[in-house]
């Protein structure tokens, strides 16, 4: 089992460009967490999606952020036209259940310039 | 004020003192995880317990559910113990975290 994977695991964007985070659950598990971790701060939830289903996206900026988790391949989280601001470690995490034991991707670091 | 706090925010040590992490959280939870983080690094889940205690190795975490507390303790600490150590705790359908407690042991 190889774990939660995350790709790339550095991005580098210009300003106004899409950026596309990968998360692949580990084997088994359904449910898929996104957390962004911006420079010396904690983390903070993004959304949370079940296979085809967005089931809480409250921490989701309401423009330029969105994220998918189709019935097949990674779950895709993805940013239009990313300005500095958007810079952060996005960590994806995954369970087996809703609430159970969450288990935490690399990470994609985006730096946008 | 944070859902979820930690203390101490810094901690220096010894290598060999034992070590206490707290957390205390106010919202409603039915389960807790322990993790750690090291410079740039992933994030490693340490425990996630519900009640009473988990130990693994030289890592022990208590919870206690009515007081809404939780430590995390390293016995006998060791260098590669340096990394951040963060709280987590699931309200509802997501993760609420601590801002982590950044410890750093000496040789």
Same mark, same amino acid.
């Given at each position: 089992?190889?774990?939660?994977?995350?790709?790339?695991?550095?991005?580098?964007?210009?300003?106004?460009?899409?950026a596309?985070? /990968?998360?692949?659950?580990? #084997?088994?598990?359904?449910?898929?967490?996104?957390?962004?971790?911006?420079?010396?701060e904690?983390? #903070?939830?993004?959304?949370?999606?079940?296979?085809?289903? @967005?089931?809480?996206?409250?921490?989701?900026? #309401?423009?330029?952020?969105?994220?998918?988790?189709? #019935?097949?391949?990674?779950? @895709?989280? /993805?940013?239009?036209?990313?300005?500095?601001?958007?810079?952060?470690?996005?960590?994806?995490?995954?369970?087996?259940?809703?609430?159970?034991?969450?288990?935490?991707?690399?990470?994609? /670091?985006?730096?946008?310039? | 004020?944070?859902?979820?706090?930690?203390?101490?925010?810094?901690?220096?040590?010894?290598?060999?003192?034992?070590?206490?992490?707290?957390?205390?959280?106010?919202?409603?939870?039915? +389960?807790? %995880? =322990?993790?750690?983080?090291?410079? &740039? &690094? &992933?994030?490693?889940?340490?425990?996630?317990?519900?009640?009473?205690?988990?130990?693994?190795?030289?890592?022990i +975490?208590?919870?206690?559910?009515?007081?809404? %507390?939780?430590?995390?303790?390293?016995? *006998?600490?060791?260098?590669?113990?340096? +990394?951040?150590?963060?709280? *987590?705790? =699931?309200?509802?359908?997501?993760l609420?975290?601590?801002?982590?407690?950044?410890?750093?042991?000496?040789?």
């Amino acid at each position: 089992n190889a774990g939660v994977m995350q790709n790339p695991r550095h991005l580098v964007r210009r300003r106004g460009q899409e950026a596309r985070l /990968r998360c692949s659950p580990m #084997k088994g598990h359904s449910h898929v967490y996104w957390y962004r971790q911006l420079p010396e701060e904690g983390l #903070k939830f993004m959304v949370y999606l079940q296979k085809e289903n @967005i089931i809480d996206e409250s921490g989701m900026p #309401k423009e330029r952020f969105s994220a998918e988790f189709p #019935k097949e391949g990674p779950s @895709i989280l /993805r940013i239009q036209q990313v300005v500095r601001g958007d810079s952060a470690a996005y960590f994806c995490a995954s369970s087996e259940q809703g609430v159970s034991e969450a288990f935490f991707g690399q990470g994609t /670091r985006l730096t946008v310039v | 004020k944070n859902e979820v706090e930690q203390s101490p925010q810094n901690l220096t040590a010894q290598e060999g003192e034992f070590i206490t992490i707290n957390c205390s959280y106010s919202v409603g939870i039915s +389960a807790l %995880h =322990w993790l750690q983080q090291h410079p &740039g &690094g &992933g994030i490693v889940s340490l425990f996630m317990l519900s009640s009473g205690k988990k130990k693994h190795g030289r890592l022990i +975490a208590t919870i206690n559910i009515q007081e809404k %507390h939780s430590s995390l303790h390293i016995t *006998a600490s060791h260098p590669r113990d340096s +990394a951040v150590y963060i709280c *987590a705790v =699931w309200d509802t359908d997501k993760l609420i975290f601590g801002t982590g407690t950044r410890l750093q042991v000496f040789p």
